[in-house]
């Protein structure tokens, strides 16, 4: 079992950062791959970036690249998403996701067995 855990949302100007933290307890941190995806009520849930166990590779939604970073700490069992940049449509509730079996897309949620609570980001313009 894995439990996940997500910090950082809040109320941001458009424009501004925001920094996400999600620390993970339950399993060996380093053999999950690791997810973002957010959220709209009423809207499918949307990835938004994904880094493989080691840390080396890291997959971005379009929308994202160039101004969200993903990152992880395995010592700290912690996955951090920088959000540079932000804009109105990024609003929504993120959530943290860990697969640890790293077979299918990573940018699909059905590889995802793990999830966080999710903490909510409000971009005003």
């Known amino acids: 079992q894995v439990q996940l855990v997500e910090s950082g949302g809040g109320l941001v100007q458009a424009g501004g950062s925001l920094r996400l933290s999600c620390v993970s307890t339950?399993?060996?941190?380093?053999?999950?791959?690791m997810g973002w995806f957010r959220q709209i009520l009423g809207k499918e849930r949307e990835f938004v970036a994904a880094?493989?166990?080691?840390?080396?590779?890291?997959f971005y939604e379009d929308s994202v690249k160039g101004r969200f970073t993903i990152s992880r700490d395995n010592a700290k069992n912690t996955v951090n998403l920088q959000m540079n940049g932000l804009k109105s449509e990024d609003t929504a509730v993120y959530y943290c996701?860990?697969?640890?079996?790293?077979?299918?897309?990573?940018?699909?949620?059905?590889?995802?067995?793990?999830w966080g609570q999710g903490t909510q980001v409000t971009v005003a313009s």
């Open positions: 996701a860990a697969d640890p079996n790293r077979n299918m897309t990573p940018r699909s949620p059905t590889a995802y067995i793990y």
């Open positions: 339950g399993r060996t941190f380093s053999s999950l791959r």
């Open positions: 880094i493989g166990s080691g840390g080396a590779a890291t």
